[in-house]
């Protein structure tokens, strides 16, 4: 098959008879018709209907040598950085199709995380049954272009404590049982993105261990439908509108959502079990996975951030400022601040490392870790900045059962026009979907989080920057004599061990 | 009467019968049980509650020396500093017991504003009518305790166009008719903080008029169910929540709303018109309430700094790291902010302006809009921070109908629990207060435009700001002979015009 | 005599045979005459002139209850919230004549300091001993008008370590012999501002000490040309132009200094000694000295800004673009930076706190910190923007000698002129000014570590906030039951202690 | 020839008797021997020693197919995006050697600039007269490996005016007379990197030119001791320190310089002029130009900072620091900031676009010009940083001349030390370092205006992002019937017109 379109992936998770999916309170029986989780069916839908849209193609698709066709983007392992490029680039372009997050990105790093760390495994230690379960993993996800979820964030319990030494011991997923058929796992992963539509979660450890944490450090993969998985998805601010029936104040018509799911006791096949025990190799991974993602933020969000400007200069234009000359420089801002999103992203693209002879290109660390740290912090300031052009009509515009009651909508007409020849639903439809896409969790709270803290990237500039470098060229230049006796690193420095084959 | 409780507020407003108020598409008969506007009328009342709490009374009444005896301060003419101190101080206490913004402030500035410019006619123009019917109407007010609102902010139509050139006349509310008796007026007013839940709302000409303006010059109050009038409520991201029924999400339980109201052809007896024609006084009164309000907010959205540092550092004791340095230093940069805004509210207070013999103490303008402009910019950032420290969780969190469930509410105990004295319902609770306070319109949007957007402050800094002696300061230091012409300013300054008596 | 001219105060410290200051390498004999450090003796002198010229005579000046008689307000005790506010303004307005830092505070925030701590001392432990002496001293500096430095920060040797664990214990300064006349004192205090142009100098302790840090735990004063005191002037960016013998590249023509003040075993009498094996009272000293110093530089920096402001607003005229837009809107900027540190330190004054029944105002600290807190961050921003606008000039202007130089005056005077009617000298004078402020040592690295490095403000936030109460106000609204138990504080707050009689 | 060694380099400017080169007032006759330039012939120098330096050698040359062999990287017409990911890459290993700017980037950017657009004349107007004598005279430069300057900013008179319009007819540099054998110019450039030490300059337009303008539309190349041509170099705030004879205080050891260079009526010979009233082409010309040039400093910059951060580890650990985890977050805030500005410059060369059939690589405008953004924004922002970590001693400690002498050496070496095992000298030196280099003109005030101020920058954003496009993205999004007529532009927009063959 390799390459299903929009309407064959709605139609695969639209029969799920055995998936535990609560919303509101409320199992979930299909999540394909459920008016919450519809929109990010849609948006995830995207990601395939890419495939096959004009505009979108030859992005979308990339030819795997794996199974020697063409698959669908999401499901490649990176063989250049033309294709890290082509990464971001692709995650611009959909961001302008979905005006949201489209769910499908941790999967698809989670899988090149994979491949990466299963062939080092066999390249460093000679142990190949990671490697060929993950490729044979592989092999059935890019023929069946699986919906894949990555679950990587554990509950976590008490934030300052290891794995092993939780007042709960299942805050961190962990092996309660191995048998010869395989494992059975314990434990919730949070906040993950788009969880209730997809096929599949490949679950990942999300932290560096130590030998006690041993039983935690596990990945794998299973179908949501899997006995013991259970799916909560989490609200958003402004989720309520999906079910009210109308069909303006919440636009963009798609959304996305996390969730926190859940494993009681869940049996997992030998087959589907990529790494087991092996707590040396949770640091590398982790890394591996964060800068993927931190990659990739350069894309999406600067996506988003197309979506706000062009909304806000909409709105600009609707009330006649838009070539005023404060405002042209305001938009000049949200520019200057998208752009640079994105060009770290590319830079972390071009600038990509190779850490395997065959395949496997990963992205440049330094430039992902700036390109997630801009991210978390530049989106505020944007939704800032569109909210002063776009004016208060952001936080007070009526709501579109106003505008449709035949009573007043003529006085709503008539006061809320600004120039004469565009529409006032076209002004409010800007309005609603400035407002639903500015202060969404997807381009909010999630740029501070998604693929880890703002304080994650502070510690991995403190790891791959050569402060030794700079102080030897500092006191070159000061004519110091170099005396100084730099310390030993405490642990080796992950990512350029990840760096060695 | 003079002082009123919030029950005699409440009950004040239950049965106005005549009221024309729509909210998500329908007709509302009383606002008091209405599950979308009801947050907001106990947000209101709070105003009236403080003056017989304990921890607030002092602060929340003012002895009136018009009616010679103990008014709420909300309805009080500033009689000198201290008294403007008192307002910032009030503020910042009540956001701490609403969690929102309380509505009654509006009101309460275009009081003080109307008093000093009504007496500045009958003192420099010897016109006394203006000031006759506004003390009138003043002993009304404080003797009956009005919730008033104030609404300044015209829709605008073409926003480059002054009121007289407009396509649609009626962008600005305007005179449409003089009678004998009084005036018939037209038009809109938007952003109108609290208007379905006031008593009476008190109109104000929005910007500086020129002759060919006249006829929108104009100042006026009317109770709300005045045939003619009606009001269109607004939406607000998160509001939709406030219909489910539940009692967590939707958290805080007070909440605010702003709304359109709309004039058709509105009958103003000559006793309630305040100023008529006199274009020549619209700057000063706009820029006389503008400063009034902008001082105000160094209160109120420190207040609601509060309530989110508060909420952050619940937060971050729920998982274990309060404690931890870079959670410390982080929630002392959130302070930094929140004490900016603050003390800069106390300078425009401490350092107000004497511009009536009798009474009428204004805010410094200068350090008002200091007060606003911080407050333009640093909400955004702290929401920032407050997400960061939070964590994912803020966008993340399973509704409360999930942890209500007997299903999976001992799955969501379990897994989203943090340290173990700390119940999760706890975590949950303080999780969604940040969510609807830290997005809320009335921390971010409104922080943005309320009493005028960003570029209004900065044009103040240049009228305020005495650019020709810093630069005599800067060239005599530099001893250079000043012999620079200093160009003759385009038209009256009109604060300095403003402050002469 | 009480007030004395600045030309009193330049003959009083042109005739120290003793002393030991060196400068360049050199031992300077007539710091008044001597060309590095004549502008530092200027701009010192200003607070004397400033007290007989008319537009700040009112501001200088105050009375002293315990003279009986108008001393100059640099050597006056705070009496009250107006006096403290005095302060503010009064530093802002010197900026301006000086267009420097003058030197004088530090030396006026250790006398109010020890006039707390030391009438603390008796109040609460009932010694009087320390009182008495400081009372005779500060009588004595009243009537004789005294320049006075005040030295705090040491030299501390290895960051991380007490005093008293120190490697070297000389790293602060401590005292080495007692005897009955008086103690010995050895160590060095760095960055003393004015050092070398004083009478006397006040040593404070800098930090809070312990029980085994107790021979740290000393204040005093001694006059600067004291046997075994030894200064060393240190250099700033831009120095050297004082020894070219120009009059342009150099201005501003006044300057500052700051210096290393060495202490080789110098007899203290014990009428000098105000603070002695006392280490408990370290930690409030320190604080009511920060918070005191915080304050000021919300005078003395925001009139450095309107220098910067002015300078720049003339240079932009100079080239035509002074009322552009977007330099219009970048002065705004300026502005609103510059008067939020000024608002801030209006609010740390009138918020002053009383410490003690007979005088001894101290600042409100929160607001204090907020205010220095700015000045460490905002300089460095108001720079940049004064760059941005006055042009690539700043760094590439031809120096004064070429201007004179006949040869090729003519070619500058046609080539570096702007618009026709301000001359080519004008535009260079100005560029120096802004150059030699806006780069200098006193404006930029002093505003980051002056009375405290950032990290100490945010260590105030931290204690100063309540953050208790928020905590409790958030739990309020969003109805959750407080039961935490807040964790016993490790030390007493050390502000609320202070503010305990 | 091809490529020189420095030492080549500098003795082929050491004996130029024509050149009329002013410093401090005076006539200088040999800039290498100078000790106000030596500094920065020393930097220019290193430029050519980096081709034969192991750690730049292969960075530092290229392949030229128009003279067949080796040039030095400084000379290279850009055949590729590798090509102009060499030019950042290699600018920021010169900032390492330097300390300072090298000076050589604009002539290379010129001789690119001048490449593409004398090729787009031949192809698109068939005139090939530019692109012939360019070409030779690109030869010349080549197997001579020239030191250029490149002058473009004019001194411009009134900012507000064209060229033709200015009261000073030569306010831009103009052609004043037309002959057989050439033109002669008048006029003079401000700014100008390196002026005092090139062997030519390369002089081009600064500005997009109307008709009316013509006879400023020229591009031409001189060497430096052409007759008419004069240069006055320009002062920078640490000048005079070389010249005081010391070896520490003035550290870098190396320094740039920018001038000002008059040409009165300077005869050019037709070979060297290649543009000629040919006034359409200055807009691209310009724009060709700054975006190369804003590229550039995505390199230099972030490699001045690397010298800061390593200045800033060094001090920091000299007082036993560098491991506290503030610490380490404000380093990781520099790393971040720094690498930022690299990685928009590495985006800005990989997405390079080709402009010509053969050869001609120009940069990816758009992430050109967020670099040049950043680097107008955030050096001051690290200077802060550095300052903050550094302490109170940058702005504070005793001059070399101090520490040599012997009085008080001991005193210095005693109470300056920090960790026992840092000689304070090493801390001097780094502290001098870490000052000249922060508060630098290359670092400050050159990082805001070279290739063009931020609101050039802003200008461009404007034209390069495609706003259209973006607006229809949101209104398809918003499900908004685009009807909206996008405004005819007012101009041709010049870049995509230069993209065009």
């Given at each position: 098959?390799?390459?299903?379109?929009?309407?064959?992936?709605?139609?695969?998770?639209k029969?799920?008879?055995?998936?535990k999916?609560?919303?509101?309170?409320?199992?979930?029986?299909?999540?394909?018709?459920?008016?919450?989780?519809?929109?990010?069916?849609?948006?995830?839908?995207?990601?395939?209907?890419?495939?096959?849209?004009?505009?979108?193609?030859?992005?979308?698709?990339?030819?795997?040598?794996?199974?020697?066709?063409?698959?669908?983007r999401?499901?490649?392992?990176?063989?250049s950085?033309a294709?890290?490029?082509?990464?971001?680039?692709?995650?611009r372009?959909?961001?302008?199709?979905?005006?949201?997050?489209?769910?499908?990105?941790?999967?698809?790093?989670?899988?090149?995380?994979?491949?990466?760390?299963?062939?080092?495994?066999?390249?460093?230690?000679?142990?190949?049954?990671?490697?060929?379960?993950?490729?044979?993993?592989?092999?059935?996800?890019q023929?069946?272009?699986?919906?894949?979820?990555?679950?990587?964030?554990?509950?976590?319990?008490?934030?300052?404590?290891?794995?092993?030494?939780?007042?709960?011991?299942?805050?961190?997923?962990?092996?309660?049982?191995?048998?010869?058929?395989?494992?059975?796992?314990?434990?919730?992963?949070?906040?993950?993105?788009?969880?209730?539509?997809?096929?599949?979660?490949?679950?990942?450890?999300?932290?560096?261990?130590?030998?006690?944490?041993?039983?935690?450090?596990?990945?794998?993969?299973?179908?949501?439908?899997?006995?013991?998985?259970?799916?909560?998805?989490?609200?958003?601010i402004?989720?309520?509108?999906?079910?009210?029936?109308?069909?303006?104040?919440?636009?963009?018509?798609?959304?996305?959502?996390?969730?926190?799911?859940?494993?009681?006791?869940?049996?997992?096949?030998?087959?589907?079990?990529?790494?087991?025990?092996?707590?040396?190799?949770?640091?590398?991974?982790?890394?591996?996975?964060?800068?993927?993602?931190?990659?990739?933020?350069?894309?999406?969000?600067?996506?988003?951030?197309?979506?706000?400007?062009g909304?806000?200069?909409?709105?600009?234009?609707?009330?006649?400022?838009?070539?005023?000359?404060?405002?042209?420089?305001?938009?000049?801002?949200?520019?200057?601040?998208?752009?640079?999103?994105?060009?770290?992203?590319?830079?972390?693209?071009?600038?990509?490392?190779?850490?395997l002879?065959?395949?496997?290109?990963?992205?440049?660390?330094?430039?992902?870790?700036?390109?997630?740290?801009?991210?978390?912090?530049?989106?505020?300031?944007?939704?800032?900045?569109a909210?002063?052009?776009a004016?208060?009509?952001?936080?007070?515009?009526?709501?579109?059962?106003?505008?449709?009651n035949?009573?007043?909508?003529?006085?709503?007409?008539?006061?809320?026009?600004?120039?004469?020849?565009?529409?006032?639903?076209?002004?409010?439809?800007?309005v609603?979907?400035?407002?639903?896409?500015?202060?969404?969790?997807?381009?909010l709270?999630?740029?501070?989080?998604?693929?880890?803290s703002?304080?994650?990237?502070?510690?991995?500039?403190?790891?791959?920057?050569?402060?030794?470098?700079?102080?030897?060229?500092?006191?070159?230049?000061?004519?110091?004599?170099?005396?100084?006796?730099?310390?030993k690193?405490?642990?080796?420095?992950?990512?350029?061990?990840?760096?060695?084959?």
């Open positions: 098959m390799g390459l299903r379109t929009g309407q064959q992936y709605v139609e695969g998770i029969n799920r008879k055995h998936a999916i609560y919303v509101m309170g409320k199992k979930v029986t299909d999540v394909t018709t459920n008016l919450f989780l519809k929109p990010s069916v849609e948006s995830f839908k995207a990601t395939f209907d890419a495939a096959f849209q004009e505009d979108t193609r030859d992005l979308a698709r990339a030819y795997s040598p794996y199974i020697g066709e063409e698959v669908n999401f499901v490649h392992i990176h063989q950085p294709d890290l490029v082509a990464k971001v680039k692709l995650l372009k959909l961001s302008h199709k979905t005006g949201t997050c489209f769910q499908r990105c941790v999967g698809w790093d989670a899988l090149n995380t994979l491949y990466i760390v299963t062939h080092k495994i066999a390249a460093r230690e000679g142990r190949a049954e990671y490697k060929e379960r993950f490729m044979k993993y592989l092999e059935y996800v023929r069946n272009d699986l919906a894949l979820a990555g679950a990587m964030t554990d509950v976590k319990g008490v934030r300052t404590l290891r794995p092993s030494e939780q007042p709960n011991p299942d805050a961190y997923v962990r092996v309660v049982e191995q048998r010869d058929d395989g494992i059975v796992v314990r434990g919730a992963k949070a906040n993950i993105t788009g969880i209730a539509v997809v096929d599949e979660v490949i679950v990942l450890p999300t932290r560096a261990m130590t030998e006690s944490d041993a039983s935690y450090a596990v990945a794998f993969a299973v179908p949501l439908d899997t006995p013991g998985v259970t799916v909560v998805v989490g609200r958003q402004n989720d309520a509108r999906r079910l009210e029936g109308g069909d303006l104040d919440g636009v963009p018509y798609m959304a996305h959502h996390e969730g926190l799911v859940i494993f009681e006791d869940v049996f997992v096949p030998w087959d589907r079990v990529f790494l087991y025990k092996d707590w040396r190799w949770t640091g590398p991974l982790v890394e591996i996975f964060a800068s993927y993602h931190r990659q990739g933020y350069g894309g999406c969000k600067s996506g988003l951030g197309d979506v706000i400007i909304a806000t200069q909409g709105l600009a234009r609707a009330i006649g400022i838009a070539d005023k000359p404060a405002v042209a420089e305001k938009l000049a801002e949200m520019v200057f601040l998208n752009e640079s999103m994105y060009s770290a992203g590319l830079a972390a693209s071009w600038e990509g490392v190779k850490l002879d065959d395949g496997g290109w990963w992205v440049n660390p330094m430039y992902a870790n700036v390109t997630k740290h801009m991210v978390a912090r530049f989106p505020y300031e944007v939704a800032k900045i909210h002063d052009i004016g208060g009509i952001v936080g007070t515009a009526p709501s579109e059962f106003d505008f449709k035949e009573e007043i909508r003529h006085l709503i007409e008539k006061y809320l026009q600004g120039v004469p020849d565009i529409p006032t639903e076209e002004r409010l439809r800007l609603r979907l400035l407002e639903n896409v500015s202060v969404s969790v997807g381009y709270v999630e740029s501070v989080h998604g693929a880890g703002p304080a994650a990237q502070k510690i991995m500039f403190t790891r791959l920057y050569d402060f030794q470098k700079a102080e030897e060229i500092a006191k070159s230049l000061a004519r110091v004599k170099v005396t100084v006796k730099w310390p690193e405490p642990e080796p420095r992950r990512p350029s061990e990840a760096q060695k084959t």
